[in-house]
């Protein structure tokens, strides 16, 4: 079996409360209610996680990062959980298609395997063994069974999710058993080139992030930005977000840690940002990339904490500096 990146509570709590030291420099920053937030901090395992704390605290009894994982989880959390800036930018691979998703589990750990969906349309998606072999384009194809649209897809915890094209419906193919489950969306808009994201032709953008997996959709009846929050072991829609924001100001989003942002058309910068477990706008902004060409694809992975990019032909990682990493 594999392991995810989740970390049991009890451990959680087990490793707070054995630090006297770290818990009152966190307390600071946190908002004592409101909904449970959390974040991982790199690829996690637990054992990673515990020797990283013995070493730690054996040795110097520093409060560490991780540390601050720790209170998230247990705590809930306040502005330590916002990204401030994105660092170390890397060309991973040039590709032939100006539009395309590449993606990694984001949910599993110790799977390298990288997913390839080239173009806003089309069935196949394709598998490679590693970062090495993706370079060195050895590849096996999957039929996804259905035509995907836009470039909003996403591999979460074993199967990879797709806006079906010309319907209002959500794919999850597994892509072990090959099974297909579909989610219809009321209220979205799927088709007629009225789309969420124009620059990348994306009418449903799936986002990962420490919570989970987020749709993110147009509503039909106002064009503004919602986001529904979904239940993976039912296949369903936990909760709707109305974010107000219009599509019309938008050129692509992610969500990192339960806060959304939206770049602007040119997807230069990030220039709205809404926390989803509180319901409101976050006042945040930040450069991303230089304007010109197609950005095709943004989105964060909250197993190693980078952004995946698909810009100008070039796909490319950025790392994410959030405000509690100073
Ligand atoms: C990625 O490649 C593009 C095109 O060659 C180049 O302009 C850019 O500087 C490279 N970026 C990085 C971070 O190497
Ligand atoms: C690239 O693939 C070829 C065969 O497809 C293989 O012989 C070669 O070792 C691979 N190189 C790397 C760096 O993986
Ligand atoms: C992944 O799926 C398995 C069942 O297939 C489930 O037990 C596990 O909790 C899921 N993990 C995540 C992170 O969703
Ligand atoms: C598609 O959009 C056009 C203009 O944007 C509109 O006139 C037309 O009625 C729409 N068609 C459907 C089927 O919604
Ligand atoms: C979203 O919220 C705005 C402002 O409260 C409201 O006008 C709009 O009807 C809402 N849209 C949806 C789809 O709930
Ligand atoms: C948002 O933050 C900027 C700089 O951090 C500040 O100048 C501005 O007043 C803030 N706006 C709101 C509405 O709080
Ligand atoms: C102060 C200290 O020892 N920090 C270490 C904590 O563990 C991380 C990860 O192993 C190291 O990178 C730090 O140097």
Known sequence: MKS?????????????????LGLPDLLVPLVPSGPTRTRARGPIS??????????NYSSTFQPTCSLHYFSAQTLGTGRECIIKSLINPRNISKMETTFGTWMKDTAVLNDERIWV?????????????????????????????????????????????????????LARFDLHSRRLHTLSIDNALY???????????????????????WLLFASSLDD??????LDLKSFSVTSYINTTYPR??????FVACGVLYVTDTKDA???????LLKGKPVNVTFDLRS???????????????HLYLWDRSYVKLYAVHFISDD
């Open 4 to 20: 995810s990146w989740r970390v049991p509570r009890v451990l959680l709590v087990l490793l707070v409360l054995q630090d006297p």
């Open 46 to 55: 637990q054992s990673m996680l515990a020797r990283h704390w013995v070493r």
């Open 117 to 169: 969906a080239e173009h806003f349309s089309g069935r196949t998606v394709k598998e490679y063994k590693s970062i090495a072999s993706f370079q060195n384009a050895t590849s096996e194809i999957i039929d996804g069974r259905k035509f995907f649209q836009g470039c909003g897809h996403a591999v979460h915890n074993g199967s990879f999710y797709y806006h079906i094209a010309g319907t209002a419906n």
């Open 191 to 213: 088709h007629n080139l009225s789309y969420l994201f124009h620059n990348s032709k994306t009418y449903f953008k799936l986002a990962a992030d420490e919570n989970g997996l």
């Open 224 to 229: 503004s930005i919602m986001v529904a929050q």
């Open 248 to 253: 019309t100001k938008a050129g692509n989003a």
């Open 269 to 275: 910068r990030v220039t709205f940002a809404f926390d």
């Open 291 to 305: 304007s010109g060409g197609v950005l095709a694809m943004l989105s964060y992975s909250p197993k190693d904490r």
